[in-house]
């Protein structure tokens, strides 16, 4: 099966920096679009950035000039790098991939997620 498995979650204070990484495997054929999202409590999930095959990104407003978003097409992977933290940064950060691929014979395309990791970003 295919899955997306995270890590680089953790406590960090406010100003400080962390890197999420994403790895995909199983029975892939191909990955489009990459994506991070986030939910805080009470919020619904929504998206943090993006990166397409090509390595055009898009990201919300409130993260601009301190996350990046990359990928390493070779490896199947995607990163966040998360800079300048803030306390309303804090979630539970989720990878979201569109990958197609083969199994019993026949090519599926769909959105897989990763299990989610805590970011937490003190005062």
């Known amino acids: 099966q295919v899955q997306l498995v995270e890590s680089g979650g953790g406590l960090v204070q406010a100003g400080g920096s962390l890197r999420l990484s994403c790895a995909a495997s199983g029975s892939i054929i191909s990955i489009g679009t990459m994506g991070w999202y986030r939910q805080a409590p009470g919020k619904q999930r929504s998206l943090v950035a993006s990166?397409?095959?090509?390595?055009?990104?898009n990201y919300v407003d409130s993260v601009k000039g301190r996350f990046t978003v990359s990928r390493d097409n070779a490896k199947n992977m995607v990163y966040l790098q998360m800079n300048s933290l803030k306390p309303e940064d804090t979630a539970v950060y989720y990878c979201?991939?569109?990958?197609?691929?083969?199994?019993?014979?026949?090519?599926?395309?769909?959105?897989?997620w990763g299990q989610g990791t805590q970011v937490t970003v003190s005062s």
């Open positions: 990166i397409t095959t090509g390595s055009t990104t």
């Open positions: 979201n991939a569109d990958i197609t691929d083969f199994k019993s014979a026949k090519f599926s395309r769909r959105d897989y």
